[in-house]
Nanobody, 119 residues
Framework: HVQLVESGGGSVQPGGSLRLSCSAS????????MGWFRQAPGKAREGVAR????????FYADSVKGRFTNTRDNAEQTLYLQMSSLRPEDTAMYHC?????????????WGPGTQVTVS
């Protein structure tokens, strides 16, 4: 069955960096676009970054543009999110997703998430 497992979250000070990973299994990872979402308590779910099937094209939310970088390793079936210049408002649970369409935030699958706390 399809599994998405995020890791790499933690607590950092403002200005710090973290690298999130998402290990995928149970399907052909290289067949679909992937995305990262985040959700903070009491706030709406927010699409953060999405990446094309071959990893050559990414789209970022304005809130993270220039600070976050989305990459993927299709051979390792892993998605990454490098986060730098972190801010307290980046605090949230981060989830990787299998996107339904490469040009939208519509998703088909959602991982359990990894917590990022910036304070």
């Amino acid at each position: 069955h399809v599994q998405l497992v995020e890791s790499g979250g933690g607590s950092v000070q403002p200005g710090g960096s973290l690298r999130l990973s998402c290990s995928a299994s149970g399907y052909t990872f290289s067949s679909g676009c992937m995305g990262w979402f985040r959700q903070a308590p009491g706030k709406a779910r927010e699409g953060v970054a999405r990446i094309s099937i071959d990893g050559t094209s990414s789209f970022y939310a304005d809130s993270v543009k220039g600070r976050f970088t989305n990459t993927r390793d299709n051979a390792e079936q892993t998605l990454y999110l490098q986060m730098s210049s972190l801010r307290p408002e980046d605090t949230a649970m981060y989830h990787c997703t299998i996107l339904s369409y490469c040009d939208s935030w519509s998703y088909a699958r959602w991982g359990p998430g990894t917590q990022v706390t910036v304070s």
